[in-house]
């Protein structure tokens, strides 16, 4: 469907038509409209310089100016110093949310000064069929699917912080258990698989005494610390 979103002589309109919907007390604060709560942060953040911004008047009505043609879903004008905007109750419809948030934001534009553009991708397009605005697909699109159950996602600054804590945890371990260790392990870091939540971390180090080496692998999981510790007998004495 041809969805037409158009400036058409609204001052004028007002003005020559004092009742009905275009009637300047037909028009309410912006905010006051509890349906375009979700779309009005978007709208004025697009023109924050506009004159108008935070002194928007909209009417929800299907009587628009004589001037608008056919189609028109909306117009905007500023009147005796206010800011006023009208939008056909079909923006208001189950599904046309990402249109309405569209249809504002355009309005909005020319609350701020702004004419039609010949893009028909442009937001200021008069056609509404062929705009891509992304702060509106944001404000209006669905939430971004979940995680799936159970999996944590952590950023790199996250998991870094997870490696240097299991590090720190594995040489508390090897050191209560081993009076002569002096290493420092190192750890490797593997995602839960699906439907876990915890991460392994896959630590790995050596050290050596005077007669003996010693390799030790601990792996962490949440509740849960395996240690492994293999060893032989060094070759004569070692070098201090």
Known sequence: MRRTIVLAGLAAAVAAAPAGAQDLAAFRPADSHPEL??????????????????????????????????????????????????????????????????????????????????????????????????????????????????????????????????????????????GHYRGETTCEYAPPPAGERSPTLTCAVAWRTKTRRYRATVVLREGTENVTVTTRRTRGKTKA
Do not use: K, N
């Not at 905007?76 to 009208?86: E, H, I, K």
């Not at 109750?89 to 504002?104: H, S």
């Open 37 to 178: 709560g979700q779309v009005l942060p978007t709208a004025r953040a697009a023109w924050p310089d506009s004159p108008c911004a935070g002194r928007e008047e909209i009417a929800i009505t299907d009587t628009l100016p004589s001037g608008a043609p056919d189609g028109a879903l909306g117009a905007a004008a500023t009147f005796a110093g206010r800011c006023l905007v009208l939008l056909r109750p079909v923006l208001l419809r189950p599904g046309w949310e990402y249109g309405l948030c569209v249809a504002v934001t355009h309005e909005f534009g020319h609350l701020a000064g702004l004419g039609h553009s010949d893009d028909p991708a442009d937001l200021m397009h008069p056609l509404l069929d062929g705009v891509r605005y992304e702060p509106c697909r944001l404000a209006t699109g669905p939430p971004d699917p979940p995680a799936p159950p159970g999996i944590v996602p952590v950023t790199p600054d996250q998991e870094l912080l997870i490696v240097q804590a299991g590090e720190r945890r594995a040489d508390q371990i090897l050191a209560g258990r081993y």
